[in-house]
């Protein structure tokens, strides 16, 4: 056994304990009993609320080398009642590949995030997860990608809206070399959640929309998030560079904030005339 399994495993005792103690006969749906010593739940009763037997439970509490599958780990996880960081730590220490819930992909934001993005008009801001859902925006970025076009899709996802446009309704004026980047992408997100019904969904139906995304998804290339300059068109004022930015979000696991900022001055100025016709156009009560 290596050092630090050794380290993990008196650790993942303690952890499971310490969340043991936490949850009460009541939380789970059973009597309280009587003459209970033991705060919290019994091992035997983690193990007959979560399927397994009482000794490898009682083995796994102790930090005994045995392994664990992901799906016991998260039997247990459901009877602990931990949350997405607790369970991940779980994973951790019992050395098991961690993977996320296939139901759990972030679709909400807080007040606090809308806040943040909405202080950086005319600066475009939004909020993507990992398959690019848009969780939120500002009215900078309503003002650059909600064309009557990309109304008319209805679907709140950046890459199916962008390889389901016609060519001339798209916002990208090199889409030729900024798709295939998207999709690469996105494929270095799709490597944590291979299997996953909801994901292998998504990519059979962009497939099916698309032939486009359909060959480039199917030639494997694979890049990062990272800053990038693009060119977008605007029919009320011309081109516009910008420089994309992402931002991680604490508490909110594979999101983050873009951020498009000018790439010049007559960018920036751009932005500004934007932000003015809103005003002009839009009454308060129909800016969000």
């Known amino acids: 056994m290596g050092t630090r399994t050794q380290r993990r495993r008196p650790e993942l005792a303690a952890f499971l304990r310490s969340r043991r103690a936490r949850v009460t006969p009541a939380d789970v ?46 039997a247990v996880a459901r009877t602990l009642r931990l949350d997405p960081p607790e369970r991940e730590h779980l994973y951790r220490l019992a050395e098991v590949p961690f993977q996320p819930d296939p139901e759990g992909l972030t679709r ?7 806040g943040i993005i909405d202080a ?43 390889f389901t446009l016609p060519e001339r309704a798209c916002p990208l004026v090199h889409r030729k070399k900024e798709l295939p980047l998207m999709v690469a992408t996105l494929r270095s997100s799709y490597g944590r959640h291979v299997g996953e019904p909801t994901w292998e969904e998504y990519i059979r139906g962009l497939s099916a929309a698309s032939p486009w995304f359909a060959e480039l998804w199917a030639s494997g290339e694979v890049a990062p998030p990272g800053p990038r300059v693009k060119v977008f068109r605007h029919t009320a004022v011309g081109e516009m560079r910008m420089t994309s930015q992402s931002l991680s979000i604490d508490g909110m696991p594979e999101c983050r904030i873009v951020v498009y900022t000018p790439e010049d001055e007559e960018t920036r100025a751009k932005t500004a005339v934007l932000r003015e016709r809103r005003e002009r156009v839009w009454p308060p009560a129909l800016k969000k």
């Open 29 to 74: 749906g059973m009597p309280p009993g009587l003459r209970r010593r033991t705060p919290g739940l019994r091992r035997e009763e983690v193990a007959q609320l979560s399927g397994v037997g009482v000794t490898w439970y009682t083995w796994l509490e102790q930090g005994r080398p045995i392994n664990a599958s992901p799906q016991v780990l998260d």
């Open 108 to 114: 909400r934001i807080s007040p606090e995030v809308q």
């Open 120 to 162: 950086l008009d005319p600066m475009p801001a939004t909020v993507y997860n990992a398959r690019y859902d848009v969780l939120a925006t500002n009215a900078a970025y309503r003002d650059l990608f909600l064309v009557p076009e990309t109304l008319r899709i209805g679907m709140p996802n950046v890459l199916w809206t962008l």
